[in-house]
């Protein structure tokens, strides 16, 4: 049993002739009469009865009737569907996004997508780098967009978007607000806020033990907005990234002796080929105008 067998056998039932059934198929009466008869033997028993011109629909064929109208219906559904979702009209996309990347880089390139592709439904999963690695491996979700303060393992394929440098954060009236830069040496006894989520806060304790710095952890927190809200309260200061959304009541000078960098990029799983929508993001992405840091484009400058 297949599908044209379906069809053919509604068709008859709408027309009750085989030869105008035929030809509302668009195929032969010989091989309409041939399909039906091959569904009869599917099904085990008679499904129309042939008097000359006359043709009825035996007990079984009523009986057969609606259900084969709901399996061509459900088909000719998912057709629609799946020619949605190809012509990008209906389609969903999950985002992986690093909970520590700022959102003012990335209002621009979703404004612009959706713009563009109105019919895509567009989730942002936030995560750590380790948790949006096992997403995209286990395909639940299609790219990422994330950085780390190692390389990324060889089964994913990264592509780099910008850099942003680490500043330190402090409130108002604090002692370096008159530095234009703060050397990590010049941090010894402060409290400090340990930003739990920061891919980067291994990697930063460690500069600060290799110079002899001793930070008092005061508090801990995966809540970027608390940590924020400390700070400015007067609790510590903290390392953050140079595009982070910055609440009022904090300064923010950038981290000298070493600079710290990190490098954002978009990241997915190497060989996997791509939905349409997740095609059309990845192209948007790549193909967006990343503004420069504003700490680059001073120190660009400078060199000039």
Same mark, same amino acid.
């Given at each position: 049993?297949?599908?044209?067998?379906?069809?053919?056998?509604?068709?008859?039932?709408?027309?009750?002739?085989?030869?105008?059934?035929?030809?509302?198929?668009?195929?032969?009466?010989?091989?309409?009469?041939?399909?039906? /008869?091959?569904?009869?033997?599917?099904?085990?028993?008679?499904?129309?009865?042939?008097?000359?011109?006359?043709?009825?629909?035996?007990?079984?064929?009523?009986?057969?009737?609606?259900?084969?109208?709901?399996?061509?219906?459900?088909?000719?559904?998912?057709?629609?569907?799946?020619?949605?979702?190809?012509?990008?009209?209906?389609?969903?996309?999950?985002?992986?996004?690093?909970?520590?990347?700022?959102?003012?880089?990335?209002?621009?390139?979703?404004?612009?997508?959706?713009?563009?592709?109105?019919?895509?439904?567009?989730?942002?999963?936030?995560?750590?780098?380790?948790?949006?690695?096992?997403?995209?491996?286990?395909?639940?979700?299609?790219?990422?967009?994330?950085?780390?303060?190692?390389?990324?393992?060889?089964?994913?394929?990264?592509?780099?978007?910008?850099?942003?440098?680490?500043?330190?954060?402090?409130?108002?009236?604090?002692?370096?607000?008159?530095?234009?830069?703060?050397?990590?040496?010049?941090?010894?006894?402060?409290?400090?806020?340990?930003?739990?989520?920061?891919?980067?806060?291994?990697?930063?304790?460690?500069?600060?033990?290799?110079?002899?710095?001793?930070?008092?952890?005061?508090?801990?927190?995966?809540?970027?907005?608390?940590? /924020?809200?400390?700070?400015?309260?007067?609790?510590?200061?903290?390392?953050?990234?140079?595009?982070?959304?910055?609440?009022?009541?904090?300064?923010?000078?950038?981290?000298?002796?070493?600079?710290?960098?990190?490098?954002?990029?978009?990241?997915?799983?190497?060989?996997?080929?791509?939905?349409?929508?997740?095609?059309?993001?990845?192209?948007?992405?790549?193909?967006?105008?990343?503004?420069?840091?504003?700490?680059?484009?001073?120190?660009?400058?400078?060199?000039?």
């Amino acid at each position: 049993m297949d599908i044209h067998h379906i069809r053919y056998f509604l068709a008859v039932c709408e027309t009750r002739n085989f030869t105008r059934a035929g030809e509302k198929c668009n195929v032969t009466q010989p091989a309409l009469s041939r399909a039906i /008869q091959q569904l009869e033997d599917e099904v085990g028993g008679l499904l129309f009865r042939r008097e000359r011109n006359l043709t009825h629909l035996t007990d079984l064929g009523v009986l057969l009737r609606p259900r084969f109208q709901q399996i061509l219906d459900e088909l000719t559904g998912v057709r629609q569907e799946a020619s949605r979702f190809l012509c990008l009209e209906n389609a969903n996309l999950k985002v992986g996004v690093m909970c520590t990347i700022g959102p003012r880089r990335f209002t621009g390139l979703l404004a612009d997508f959706n713009r563009r592709q109105q019919g895509i439904q567009l989730q942002l999963v936030e995560g750590v780098p380790a948790s949006l690695c096992q997403l995209l491996e286990s395909g639940e979700i299609d790219v990422a967009i994330m950085a780390s303060s190692n390389s990324f393992p060889d089964r994913f394929d990264v592509t780099p978007l910008y850099r942003e440098r680490f500043v330190l954060a402090f409130p108002n009236g604090h002692r370096l607000a008159r530095n234009d830069n703060v050397a990590i040496s010049e941090l010894d006894g402060e409290n400090y806020l340990r930003r739990l989520n920061c891919e980067y806060r291994d990697h930063l304790a460690g500069l600060c033990t290799d110079r002899g710095v001793k930070l008092r952890i005061s508090y801990a927190s995966e809540r970027e907005d608390w940590i /924020q809200n400390m700070v400015s309260g007067g609790l510590g200061i903290c390392f953050i990234p140079e595009f982070s959304a910055v609440i009022p009541g904090l300064q923010v000078r950038p981290v000298i002796d070493p600079e710290v960098w990190r490098e954002v990029s978009l990241v997915v799983v190497a060989g996997r080929r791509f939905s349409p929508a997740a095609s059309a993001f990845v192209n948007s992405v790549k193909a967006h105008g990343w503004p420069e840091s504003a700490i680059a484009q001073a120190i660009r400058k400078t060199a000039a």
